[in-house]
């Protein structure tokens, strides 16, 4: 196998393509990570995403330092991973936000039932009602590729960049 160090570009575009992947925040030294919904816009250099209040958005608004991870796994042979690092931004309900709220909307439009899990009822009976709308603005983007060669054995494990 190779492993492939990505480009900024390369890891964008993979970015670019992802619609789930992993949130991490941190809040007193405790790490914490859970999977969520993301659509990059390329054009703001950002992750747009959506959520209700909870741990997540309480910490993040403590300590807006965050870090995203996504990856495409075909195999163990054969994947990619992206992390993104970034800055928590919320969205407010304000006139001023409202061409941000739009270009959110647009974005999570493409997908049809965009906004679940995050308003959906939850086991407690609770129901999501308050939405956040979201943006990670990203900075330093690191990414990795393995292609096993054809006839490649288990033991040929290499880095390249």
Not at 34 to 44: F, G, Q
Not at 71 to 80: K, P, Q
Not at 84 to 94: K, L
Not at 149 to 161: D, F, L, M, N, Y
Request: glycine share 6%; proline share 6%; net charge positive.
């Amino acid at each position: 196998m190779l492993i492939h160090t990505l480009a900024a570009a390369e890891c964008r575009e993979v970015l670019k393509r992802a619609r789930y992947g992993r949130l991490a925040c941190a809040r007193a030294d405790q790490p914490y990570v859970v999977p969520i919904s993301l659509y990059l816009d390329p054009e703001r250099n950002a992750v747009f995403c959506f959520s209700t209040v909870g741990q997540k958005v309480r910490w993040m608004r403590k300590n807006p330092r965050v870090c995203l991870e996504v990856e495409e796994i075909v195999s163990r042979t054969e994947w990619t991973t992206v992390v993104a690092f970034g800055r928590y931004e919320e969205i407010p309900r304000a006139p001023e936000a409202a061409s941000l709220r739009q270009r959110a909307a647009a974005l999570f439009e493409r997908e049809s039932s965009w906004w679940l899990p995050a308003a959906a009822t939850l086991s407690s009976g609770r129901q999501g009602v308050h939405p956040v709308i979201f943006r990670i603005r990203l900075g330093r983007v690191t990414g990795r590729r393995v292609i096993r060669p054809a006839g490649a054995g288990a033991s040929e494990i290499r880095a390249q960049s």
